[in-house]
Protein backbone atom coordinates (compact mmCIF):
# COMPACT_ATOMS: atom_id res chain seq x y z
CA UNK A 1 0.00 0.00 0.00
CA UNK A 2 2.79 2.44 0.76
CA UNK A 3 4.34 1.91 -2.33
CA UNK A 4 1.26 2.48 -4.22
CA UNK A 5 1.00 5.86 -2.48
CA UNK A 6 4.34 6.39 -3.15
CA UNK A 7 4.43 6.03 -6.77
CA UNK A 8 0.86 8.43 -6.89
CA UNK A 9 2.88 10.70 -5.39
CA UNK A 10 5.47 10.47 -8.19
CA UNK A 11 3.27 10.80 -10.58
CA UNK A 12 1.39 13.79 -9.70
CA UNK A 13 4.76 15.71 -8.58
CA UNK A 14 6.79 14.29 -12.35
CA UNK A 15 3.11 16.25 -14.07
CA UNK A 16 4.18 19.19 -12.17
CA UNK A 17 7.32 19.05 -13.46
CA UNK A 18 5.61 19.20 -17.16
CA UNK A 19 2.81 21.90 -16.39
CA UNK A 20 6.15 24.09 -15.17
CA UNK A 21 7.56 23.32 -18.61
CA UNK A 22 4.43 23.72 -20.39
CA UNK A 23 3.92 27.40 -18.95
CA UNK A 24 7.73 28.34 -18.86
CA UNK A 25 7.61 28.40 -15.01
CA UNK A 26 11.06 27.70 -14.03
CA UNK A 27 11.14 29.31 -11.22
CA UNK A 28 8.20 27.15 -10.27
CA UNK A 29 10.38 24.04 -11.35
CA UNK A 30 13.35 24.88 -9.15
CA UNK A 31 11.39 24.74 -6.09
CA UNK A 32 9.77 21.44 -6.93
CA UNK A 33 13.05 20.43 -7.26
CA UNK A 34 14.07 21.79 -3.56
CA UNK A 35 11.27 20.43 -1.94
CA UNK A 36 11.98 16.70 -3.70
CA UNK A 37 15.75 16.75 -2.72
CA UNK A 38 16.18 14.42 0.29
CA UNK A 39 18.61 12.43 2.45
CA UNK A 40 18.90 8.86 3.08
CA UNK A 41 17.91 8.14 7.22
CA UNK A 42 21.32 6.87 7.63
CA UNK A 43 22.68 10.29 6.49
CA UNK A 44 23.75 12.44 9.37
CA UNK A 45 23.60 16.36 8.77
CA UNK A 46 27.55 17.04 10.38
CA UNK A 47 28.55 19.93 7.76
CA UNK A 48 30.37 22.22 9.44
CA UNK A 49 30.41 24.49 6.08
CA UNK A 50 28.34 26.66 3.59
CA UNK A 51 28.73 24.23 1.13
CA UNK A 52 25.49 21.88 -0.27
CA UNK A 53 26.08 19.39 -3.07
CA UNK A 54 23.46 17.74 -4.95
CA UNK A 55 23.68 14.30 -6.12
CA UNK A 56 21.95 13.17 -8.90
CA UNK A 57 20.73 9.84 -7.07
CA UNK A 58 22.19 6.09 -8.20
CA UNK A 59 21.96 3.68 -5.51
CA UNK A 60 25.17 2.33 -6.15
CA UNK A 61 26.73 5.86 -5.63
CA UNK A 62 24.53 6.53 -2.19
CA UNK A 63 26.95 3.32 -0.35
CA UNK A 64 29.63 5.08 -1.60
CA UNK A 65 28.97 8.56 -0.55
CA UNK A 66 27.85 7.43 3.24
CA UNK A 67 31.04 5.28 3.96
CA UNK A 68 32.65 8.88 3.10
CA UNK A 69 30.16 10.88 4.62
CA UNK A 70 30.36 8.69 8.58
CA UNK A 71 34.22 8.82 8.50
CA UNK A 72 33.80 12.78 7.71
CA UNK A 73 32.79 15.57 9.71
CA UNK A 74 33.89 18.74 7.14
CA UNK A 75 32.00 17.32 3.82
CA UNK A 76 29.46 20.02 2.28
CA UNK A 77 25.81 19.42 3.47
CA UNK A 78 24.26 16.69 0.60
CA UNK A 79 21.12 15.87 -0.81
CA UNK A 80 19.83 13.75 -3.40
CA UNK A 81 18.05 14.34 -6.82
CA UNK A 82 15.92 11.66 -8.34
CA UNK A 83 17.61 11.28 -11.91
CA UNK A 84 14.24 11.10 -13.42
CA UNK A 85 13.27 14.80 -13.01
CA UNK A 86 16.01 15.67 -15.73
CA UNK A 87 14.16 12.94 -17.88
CA UNK A 88 11.06 14.58 -17.74
CA UNK A 89 12.41 18.28 -18.45
CA UNK A 90 14.31 16.34 -21.35
CA UNK A 91 11.59 14.68 -22.90
CA UNK A 92 8.91 17.34 -22.49
CA UNK A 93 11.20 19.79 -24.72
CA UNK A 94 11.95 16.78 -27.09
CA UNK A 95 8.83 16.93 -27.75
CA UNK A 96 7.82 13.73 -28.55
CA UNK A 97 4.92 12.56 -27.18
CA UNK A 98 2.87 14.14 -24.33
CA UNK A 99 1.52 11.61 -22.28
CA UNK A 100 4.42 8.69 -21.13
CA UNK A 101 5.66 7.02 -18.45
CA UNK A 102 6.24 9.31 -15.62
CA UNK A 103 7.40 7.01 -13.52
CA UNK A 104 10.13 5.43 -15.73
CA UNK A 105 10.66 7.97 -18.32
CA UNK A 106 13.95 6.24 -19.30
CA UNK A 107 12.13 3.40 -20.88
CA UNK A 108 10.24 5.56 -23.54
CA UNK A 109 13.43 7.59 -24.28
CA UNK A 110 15.24 4.09 -24.72
CA UNK A 111 13.24 3.24 -27.40
CA UNK A 112 14.76 6.82 -29.79
CA UNK A 113 17.77 6.20 -32.26
CA UNK A 114 19.17 9.67 -31.10
CA UNK A 115 19.18 10.78 -27.48
CA UNK A 116 20.27 14.35 -29.05
CA UNK A 117 17.92 17.19 -29.98
CA UNK A 118 17.97 17.98 -33.28
CA UNK A 119 15.48 21.25 -33.49
CA UNK A 120 17.73 23.80 -32.75
CA UNK A 121 15.24 25.91 -31.21
CA UNK A 122 13.85 23.07 -28.85
CA UNK A 123 17.68 22.43 -27.89
CA UNK A 124 17.66 26.87 -26.52
CA UNK A 125 14.53 26.19 -25.21
CA UNK A 126 15.42 23.61 -22.80
CA UNK A 127 19.00 25.56 -22.17
CA UNK A 128 17.19 28.51 -20.92
CA UNK A 129 14.67 26.55 -18.81
CA UNK A 130 17.38 24.79 -16.95
CA UNK A 131 19.57 27.73 -16.78
CA UNK A 132 16.67 29.68 -15.12
CA UNK A 133 16.47 26.92 -12.74
CA UNK A 134 20.17 26.93 -11.59
CA UNK A 135 19.53 30.62 -11.05
CA UNK A 136 16.88 30.22 -9.07
CA UNK A 137 18.33 27.65 -6.79
CA UNK A 138 21.57 29.59 -6.43
CA UNK A 139 19.22 32.64 -5.38
CA UNK A 140 17.21 30.56 -2.56
CA UNK A 141 20.53 29.28 -0.98
CA UNK A 142 21.84 32.34 -0.78
CA UNK A 143 25.44 32.26 0.31
CA UNK A 144 26.31 28.73 -0.08
CA UNK A 145 28.24 27.45 -2.76
CA UNK A 146 26.43 24.93 -4.52
CA UNK A 147 27.34 22.04 -6.88
CA UNK A 148 26.45 18.92 -8.51
CA UNK A 149 27.71 15.23 -8.89
CA UNK A 150 27.08 13.05 -11.25
CA UNK A 151 28.29 9.13 -11.56
CA UNK A 152 28.11 9.09 -15.42
CA UNK A 153 28.64 11.93 -17.97
CA UNK A 154 26.70 10.02 -20.65
CA UNK A 155 23.14 10.60 -19.24
CA UNK A 156 21.88 12.49 -21.99
CA UNK A 157 19.17 13.91 -20.46
CA UNK A 158 21.48 15.61 -18.13
CA UNK A 159 23.77 17.53 -20.42
CA UNK A 160 21.37 20.51 -20.15
CA UNK A 161 21.46 20.24 -16.57
CA UNK A 162 25.31 20.21 -17.11
CA UNK A 163 25.56 23.33 -19.05
CA UNK A 164 23.48 25.28 -17.31
CA UNK A 165 25.65 25.10 -14.13
CA UNK A 166 28.75 26.22 -16.22
CA UNK A 167 26.96 28.98 -17.67
CA UNK A 168 26.00 30.08 -14.06
CA UNK A 169 29.26 28.91 -11.84
CA UNK A 170 28.20 26.04 -10.36
CA UNK A 171 30.35 23.35 -10.48
CA UNK A 172 29.99 19.61 -11.62
CA UNK A 173 31.49 16.92 -10.26
CA UNK A 174 31.84 13.92 -12.09
CA UNK A 175 32.44 10.34 -9.72
CA UNK A 176 32.63 7.84 -12.25
CA UNK A 177 30.91 4.34 -11.71
CA UNK A 178 31.35 2.56 -14.75
CA UNK A 179 35.15 2.03 -14.12
CA UNK A 180 35.05 -2.36 -15.16
CA UNK A 181 35.23 -2.78 -18.82
CA UNK A 182 37.17 -5.04 -21.15
CA UNK A 183 39.55 -4.16 -22.92
CA UNK A 184 38.05 -4.02 -26.31
CA UNK A 185 35.01 -2.33 -24.67
CA UNK A 186 37.42 0.33 -23.06
CA UNK A 187 39.06 0.74 -27.08
CA UNK A 188 35.35 0.98 -28.27
CA UNK A 189 34.21 3.22 -25.36
CA UNK A 190 37.21 5.49 -26.35
CA UNK A 191 36.77 5.40 -30.30
CA UNK A 192 33.20 5.88 -30.40
CA UNK A 193 31.75 7.82 -27.53
CA UNK A 194 28.96 10.48 -28.51
CA UNK A 195 29.13 12.28 -25.16
CA UNK A 196 32.92 13.91 -25.26
CA UNK A 197 31.74 17.26 -25.81
CA UNK A 198 30.02 17.03 -21.87
CA UNK A 199 33.18 17.13 -20.00
CA UNK A 200 33.86 20.89 -21.19
CA UNK A 201 30.75 21.50 -18.28
CA UNK A 202 32.66 18.76 -15.76
CA UNK A 203 35.00 20.53 -13.40
CA UNK A 204 36.38 17.68 -10.95
CA UNK A 205 36.67 13.42 -11.98
CA UNK A 206 36.86 10.68 -9.76
CA UNK A 207 37.84 7.54 -10.98
CA UNK A 208 38.57 4.41 -9.51
CA UNK A 209 41.51 3.11 -11.48
CA UNK A 210 43.87 4.19 -13.42
CA UNK A 211 42.92 2.34 -16.88
CA UNK A 212 39.64 4.41 -17.02
CA UNK A 213 41.59 7.62 -16.10
CA UNK A 214 43.98 7.17 -19.41
CA UNK A 215 40.88 6.48 -21.15
CA UNK A 216 39.20 9.75 -20.22
CA UNK A 217 42.02 11.73 -21.46
CA UNK A 218 41.85 9.64 -24.47
CA UNK A 219 38.56 11.06 -24.91
CA UNK A 220 39.60 14.67 -23.94
CA UNK A 221 42.97 15.93 -23.17
CA UNK A 222 42.09 18.24 -21.16
CA UNK A 223 40.32 15.91 -18.74
CA UNK A 224 44.36 15.25 -17.67
CA UNK A 225 44.30 18.19 -14.88
CA UNK A 226 40.77 17.50 -13.50
CA UNK A 227 41.03 13.86 -12.63
CA UNK A 228 41.82 11.54 -9.68
CA UNK A 229 42.18 8.18 -9.18
CA UNK A 230 40.60 7.83 -5.93
CA UNK A 231 39.54 4.01 -5.64
CA UNK A 232 36.17 2.43 -4.45
CA UNK A 233 34.65 3.33 -0.81
CA UNK A 234 32.67 -0.05 -1.14
CA UNK A 235 35.40 -1.92 -1.09
CA UNK A 236 35.45 -1.98 2.31
CA UNK A 237 31.75 -3.38 2.59
CA UNK A 238 33.57 -6.45 1.35
CA UNK A 239 36.61 -7.15 3.34
CA UNK A 240 36.06 -9.39 6.00
CA UNK A 241 38.83 -8.51 9.03
CA UNK A 242 38.24 -11.53 11.16
CA UNK A 243 39.02 -15.02 9.68
CA UNK A 244 36.43 -17.81 10.42
CA UNK A 245 36.04 -21.26 9.85
CA UNK A 246 33.39 -22.63 7.89
CA UNK A 247 32.69 -26.03 6.06
CA UNK A 248 31.63 -25.17 2.63
CA UNK A 249 28.30 -25.38 1.59
CA UNK A 250 26.78 -22.13 -0.22
CA UNK A 251 27.30 -21.26 -3.44
CA UNK A 252 26.16 -18.49 -5.39
CA UNK A 253 25.62 -17.87 -9.20
CA UNK A 254 25.87 -13.94 -10.35
CA UNK A 255 23.69 -13.74 -13.33
CA UNK A 256 25.35 -11.28 -15.83
CA UNK A 257 24.20 -9.95 -19.18
CA UNK A 258 25.17 -11.90 -21.92
CA UNK A 259 27.03 -8.54 -23.80
CA UNK A 260 28.90 -7.35 -21.20
CA UNK A 261 32.55 -6.46 -21.90
CA UNK A 262 31.63 -6.54 -25.61
CA UNK A 263 31.38 -3.68 -27.60
CA UNK A 264 27.63 -2.70 -29.11
CA UNK A 265 28.56 -2.42 -32.33
CA UNK A 266 27.10 -4.38 -35.65
CA UNK A 267 29.67 -6.83 -36.18
CA UNK A 268 29.20 -7.71 -32.79
CA UNK A 269 25.63 -8.24 -33.41
CA UNK A 270 25.95 -12.56 -32.72
CA UNK A 271 28.87 -12.22 -29.77
CA UNK A 272 27.46 -13.13 -26.66
CA UNK A 273 27.89 -15.45 -23.45
CA UNK A 274 24.80 -17.10 -24.03
CA UNK A 275 26.47 -20.68 -24.30
CA UNK A 276 28.43 -20.22 -21.20
CA UNK A 277 25.11 -19.02 -19.12
CA UNK A 278 23.42 -22.05 -19.97
CA UNK A 279 25.81 -24.37 -19.91
CA UNK A 280 26.56 -22.87 -15.99
CA UNK A 281 23.05 -23.42 -15.15
CA UNK A 282 22.80 -27.14 -16.69
CA UNK A 283 26.08 -27.46 -13.97
CA UNK A 284 24.00 -25.67 -11.27
CA UNK A 285 20.95 -28.29 -12.16
CA UNK A 286 23.50 -30.69 -11.84
CA UNK A 287 24.69 -30.16 -8.32
CA UNK A 288 21.70 -29.05 -7.14
CA UNK A 289 21.04 -32.79 -6.59
CA UNK A 290 23.76 -32.87 -3.89
CA UNK A 291 21.93 -31.84 -0.70
CA UNK A 292 25.35 -30.91 1.10
CA UNK A 293 25.56 -27.99 -1.41
CA UNK A 294 23.06 -25.06 -1.57
CA UNK A 295 22.58 -22.84 -4.45
CA UNK A 296 21.46 -19.29 -4.87
CA UNK A 297 21.03 -17.36 -8.03
CA UNK A 298 21.10 -13.48 -7.88
CA UNK A 299 19.41 -12.16 -10.92
CA UNK A 300 20.17 -8.38 -11.88
CA UNK A 301 17.50 -6.48 -11.71
CA UNK A 302 17.87 -5.42 -15.49
CA UNK A 303 20.13 -7.00 -18.10
CA UNK A 304 20.56 -10.40 -17.07
CA UNK A 305 20.37 -12.82 -20.03
CA UNK A 306 16.89 -14.95 -20.01
CA UNK A 307 17.82 -18.37 -20.12
CA UNK A 308 15.48 -20.96 -21.41
CA UNK A 309 17.07 -23.60 -19.45
CA UNK A 310 14.49 -24.39 -16.46
CA UNK A 311 16.28 -24.18 -13.05
CA UNK A 312 15.63 -26.81 -10.56
CA UNK A 313 13.01 -26.18 -7.86
CA UNK A 314 15.73 -26.90 -5.48
CA UNK A 315 17.77 -23.86 -6.50
CA UNK A 316 17.03 -20.73 -4.76
CA UNK A 317 16.67 -17.68 -6.96
CA UNK A 318 16.88 -13.28 -6.33
CA UNK A 319 15.79 -10.85 -8.36
CA UNK A 320 15.86 -8.37 -5.67
CA UNK A 321 18.47 -7.31 -2.61
CA UNK A 322 22.52 -5.97 -3.39
CA UNK A 323 24.78 -8.45 -4.41
CA UNK A 324 27.71 -8.28 -1.41
CA UNK A 325 24.72 -9.64 1.01
CA UNK A 326 24.47 -12.84 -0.91
CA UNK A 327 28.17 -12.53 -1.67
CA UNK A 328 29.02 -12.43 2.49
CA UNK A 329 26.82 -15.38 2.77
CA UNK A 330 28.30 -18.08 0.18
CA UNK A 331 31.54 -19.72 -0.02
CA UNK A 332 31.82 -20.41 -3.55
CA UNK A 333 30.75 -17.46 -6.32
CA UNK A 334 30.47 -18.22 -10.33
CA UNK A 335 30.38 -14.73 -11.68
CA UNK A 336 32.08 -13.33 -15.34
CA UNK A 337 31.81 -9.59 -16.35
CA UNK A 338 30.93 -7.86 -13.51
CA UNK A 339 32.09 -5.71 -10.44
CA UNK A 340 30.55 -8.56 -8.08
CA UNK A 341 32.83 -10.75 -9.33
CA UNK A 342 35.74 -8.82 -8.42
CA UNK A 343 34.15 -7.67 -5.08
CA UNK A 344 33.85 -11.73 -4.24
CA UNK A 345 37.81 -12.15 -4.61
CA UNK A 346 38.05 -8.74 -2.10
CA UNK A 347 35.66 -10.66 0.07
CA UNK A 348 38.25 -13.88 0.09
CA UNK A 349 35.81 -16.32 -1.50
CA UNK A 350 36.57 -19.09 -3.62
CA UNK A 351 35.67 -17.23 -7.02
CA UNK A 352 35.37 -19.44 -10.76
CA UNK A 353 34.76 -17.37 -14.26
CA UNK A 354 32.99 -19.47 -16.28
CA UNK A 355 34.38 -19.58 -20.12
CA UNK A 356 32.62 -21.98 -22.14
CA UNK A 357 32.16 -20.85 -25.31
CA UNK A 358 32.95 -22.77 -28.37
CA UNK A 359 35.16 -19.84 -30.13
CA UNK A 360 38.01 -19.06 -27.93
CA UNK A 361 38.63 -15.54 -29.47
CA UNK A 362 36.13 -14.68 -27.18
CA UNK A 363 37.96 -14.51 -24.25
CA UNK A 364 39.44 -10.98 -25.06
CA UNK A 365 36.13 -9.66 -24.30
CA UNK A 366 36.77 -11.35 -20.48
CA UNK A 367 37.88 -9.27 -17.24
CA UNK A 368 41.25 -9.00 -16.61
CA UNK A 369 40.94 -12.08 -14.04
CA UNK A 370 43.81 -14.60 -13.53
CA UNK A 371 43.62 -17.72 -15.33
CA UNK A 372 43.68 -19.88 -12.53
CA UNK A 373 39.87 -18.68 -11.96
CA UNK A 374 39.24 -18.97 -15.61
CA UNK A 375 37.11 -22.19 -16.38
CA UNK A 376 36.98 -23.77 -19.88
CA UNK A 377 35.90 -27.17 -19.25
CA UNK A 378 32.84 -27.63 -17.69
CA UNK A 379 34.00 -30.73 -16.09
CA UNK A 380 36.76 -29.40 -14.64
CA UNK A 381 34.34 -27.17 -12.64
CA UNK A 382 32.22 -29.35 -11.62
CA UNK A 383 34.89 -31.57 -10.05
CA UNK A 384 36.20 -28.86 -8.21
CA UNK A 385 33.11 -27.71 -6.85
CA UNK A 386 32.68 -31.33 -5.75
CA UNK A 387 35.85 -31.79 -4.16
CA UNK A 388 34.83 -28.31 -1.96
CA UNK A 389 31.71 -29.51 -0.77
CA UNK A 390 32.18 -29.67 3.15
CA UNK A 391 35.79 -28.98 3.01
CA UNK A 392 36.36 -27.30 6.17
CA UNK A 393 38.24 -23.73 5.56
CA UNK A 394 39.50 -20.17 6.97
CA UNK A 395 37.99 -17.71 5.36
CA UNK A 396 38.00 -14.94 3.99
CA UNK A 397 40.96 -16.52 1.89
CA UNK A 398 44.26 -15.11 1.25
CA UNK A 399 43.91 -14.41 -2.70
CA UNK A 400 47.24 -12.49 -3.32
CA UNK A 401 47.42 -13.83 -6.69
CA UNK A 402 44.43 -11.72 -7.32
CA UNK A 403 45.53 -8.74 -6.04
CA UNK A 404 46.64 -7.38 -9.21
CA UNK A 405 43.18 -8.06 -10.30
CA UNK A 406 41.43 -6.24 -7.61
CA UNK A 407 43.62 -3.56 -7.93
CA UNK A 408 43.12 -3.23 -12.03
CA UNK A 409 39.39 -2.11 -11.21
CA UNK A 410 39.35 -1.29 -7.60
CA UNK A 411 42.34 0.94 -7.74
CA UNK A 412 44.58 1.31 -4.47
CA UNK A 413 43.15 0.78 -0.85
CA UNK A 414 45.24 3.77 1.07
CA UNK A 415 43.36 6.78 2.49
CA UNK A 416 40.35 6.25 0.44
CA UNK A 417 37.80 8.22 2.16
CA UNK A 418 40.01 10.84 2.70
CA UNK A 419 40.26 11.42 -0.87
CA UNK A 420 36.63 11.12 -1.54
CA UNK A 421 36.18 14.10 1.42
CA UNK A 422 38.39 16.21 -0.38
CA UNK A 423 36.95 15.35 -3.88
CA UNK A 424 33.53 16.57 -2.82
CA UNK A 425 35.34 19.50 -1.15
CA UNK A 426 36.86 20.76 -3.94
Not at 74 to 92: A, D, H, S, W
Not at 296 to 319: C, D, E, L, R
Not at 391 to 409: A, D, G, R
Request: hydrophobic share 40%.
Amino acid sequence: MKRIIFNCGLLVFYSLIVIACFLDLPKFCSFLIRVSLFKPRSYKNKSKTNKKIIVLYRLVGERDINIVQNTSNNLPEIFYMRRNITKVIFYYFCKRKIFFNYLQPGLELKRENNFFIKNKNDKIKLDNFWSKIIINLKNYYGNKNISFVTFNFSYFAETALFGACKKNNVSVKLWLKECFRSKPDIDFFVNSNSFKHVFQFIDKISVYNQFMKNALIALNKKNKNKISVNGCPRRSDFLIKQRYPKKIKDLLFLSFDNKMGIPRIKKNKDINWNITFDKTIKILNELSKNKSLNIVIKFKKTGSYKTQIPINKSIKVFKNGIAHKFINEADIIIGQNSASTVEALINGKYVMVPFFEEKKFFKKYLYKFNKKIIYTSEDKMKKDILNLINKKVIFPLKNKTYEKTISYYYGGSKNINEKYANFLNS
